[in-house]
């Protein structure tokens, strides 16, 4: 079983920065493909960015060139570093681990941390 405990959210102006982190423990954090979702209220959980290791990663179209992913095996930490944030960016993020290699689906995998408000204000 897999605990994943994220932070970093917050209140940022548009074009600002936040770094989320999420910390995994109970598991082997290296064989998890790291995504991290997106919710906002009244839609559904979306993809945004997963890791397997620093050569294969994933991500949506829409954060492209202003998030970036990482992660640091020894720490057990997954990293979403998120830059010129504008107001549709709002949403809770969650982290979420799966074993599968190209995991890009929320079905897809299977632990999933509580969650971490970002909102982001005009």
């Known amino acids: 079983q897999v605990q994943l405990l994220e932070s970093g959210g917050g209140l940022v102006q548009t074009g600002g920065s936040l770094r989320l982190s999420c910390v995994a423990s109970?598991?082997?954090?290296?064989?998890?493909?790291m995504g991290w979702f997106r919710q906002a209220p009244g839609k559904e959980r979306e993809f945004v960015m997963a890791i397997r290791s620093d050569i294969f990663t994933y991500y949506r179209d829409s954060v492209k060139g202003r998030f970036t992913i990482s992660r640091d095996n020894a720490k057990n930490t997954v990293y979403l570093q998120m830059d010129n944030l504008k107001p549709e960016d709002t949403a809770v993020y969650y982290c979420?681990?799966?074993?599968?290699?190209?995991?890009?689906?929320?079905?897809?995998?299977?632990?999933w941390g509580q969650g971490t408000q970002v909102t982001v204000s005009s």
């Open positions: 979420a681990a799966s074993t599968l290699y190209n995991a890009k689906d929320r079905r897809q995998y299977d632990y």
């Open positions: 109970g598991g082997t954090f290296s064989s998890y493909t």
